[in-house]
């Protein structure tokens, strides 16, 4: 009997020591500085050591070099809709109308694990345009170990004015089922956002602008009062309202009502990005959707002048960092390829962020505007979402793309497909 209590002591020993790793890269990126010669030591799900590589012990844990690489937080994709696929495969109206739901759950299964291999252990999936609440089941299947995947903050259906979303077209004779939900007024508003919370909500999403009826352009949609109100029912639960808002005055709404923060952002102007300052608001700027659009829509990127629409972009993307606004990372993936997240991080750079801020965009600052201070940063106590790239990200922001290993919650996930 003693020798199988010794046996399972020394099982149960082994099991425990697995658990603390040593991660020696050549340096660590800590979500808000650089460190040359820095190691960490992970124990079970958590940081549990950061520093020089000789003040870190190994005792009784796996060494893993990672010589010629950076070593930094898991990061946090901003924006994100794992229910989509590019719209050069299939368009966004035909993916609402005519995929199986079924088909889109699969879909996003492979959507998630390539997030992962690409780096990002989190990601904030905003809307799950027209699939109701799959989103909410995707989560839990990534958070019980069926599916490989990242961290989720969902928004499920988000909340739209009547009228103003799509897919349009149709016989008004038709009623079309829409991306969102459609919701108007006092009680029909606290009925929405309370029933997305109900259903799993994270975060609430609103369309503060949107191409009101048949119209082209975009226009607010709802009055700051209905966003405010959003915003108080929402805020009762703990949790926040982000808008979309491309137009000045729907920001500017978004933002009086206290909207954590703001996605796109297109038409933003110096007065706007000043009150963003002012208010606290953050900026997820989606660089990477609009340029994918534009290509799809035949521009030769590369070989043809910048359409209007990305030289607007690149000004008032501009126009945000000279304000001071905090510039979340986040790109809008879906509407262009998952796993391809480092499209966005790449185009900040090329308009205008130092590949540092952009570093801490996608880890410390999106942890911070999100609420999520358990990660973000490569500290003791904190989750041990860690991920290693070839060289230096700082001198180099595709290096970002080359990724030598991600760890999940203290899990060694893997480097490449």
Known sequence: MKKYVLLSLLLLARVVSAQSVVLRPDRVFDGEAMHEGWAVRVSGTRIEAVGPVAAIRTDGAQVVDLKGTTLMPGMIEGHSHLLLHPYNETSWDDQVLREARSERVARATVHARRTLLAGFTTVRDLGSEGADYDDVGLKQAIEKGVIPGPRMVVATRAIIASGSYGPKGF????????????????????????????????????????????????????????????????????????????????????????????????????????????????????????????????????????????????????????????????????????????????????????????????????????????RGRVKVGLLADLVAVDGNPVQAISNARKIRLVMKGGAMVTGKE
């Open 171 to 374: 016989s008004p004779d038709i009623a079309v089922p829409q991306g969102a939900e459609e919701a108007d007024g006092h009680d029909q508003l606290i009925q929405a956002v309370r029933r997305q919370i109900g259903k799993g909500a994270d975060v609430v999403k609103v369309y503060a602008d949107y191409r009101w009826g048949l119209m082209a352009d975009s226009r607010p949609t709802f009055t700051v009062d209905e966003l405010k109100l959003m915003v108080e029912v929402a805020g009762s639960s703990g949790r926040s309202v982000i808008a979309h808002a491309g137009t000045a005055e729907g920001m500017r709404r978004a933002i009086l009502a206290g909207c954590r923060t703001i996605e796109h952002g297109d038409a933003g102007t110096p007065e706007v990005f000043a009150l963003m300052k002012e208010r606290g608001t953050a900026l997820c700027p989606t660089l990477a959707a609009g340029d994918a659009v534009s290509q799809y829509r035949g521009w030769k990127k590369g070989q043809e002048p910048e359409p209007e629409r990305i030289q607007k972009k690149r000004i008032t993307f501009r126009q945000a960092l000279d304000a001071g606004v905090t510039i979340c990372f986040g790109g809008d993936v879906g509407v262009f390829s998952h796993g391809d997240n480092a499209r966005e991080l790449e185009m900040m750079v090329e308009y205008g962020m130092s590949p540092l801020a952009v570093l801490r965009s996608a880890t410390s600052v999106n942890a911070d505007v999100f609420g999520l201070s358990d």
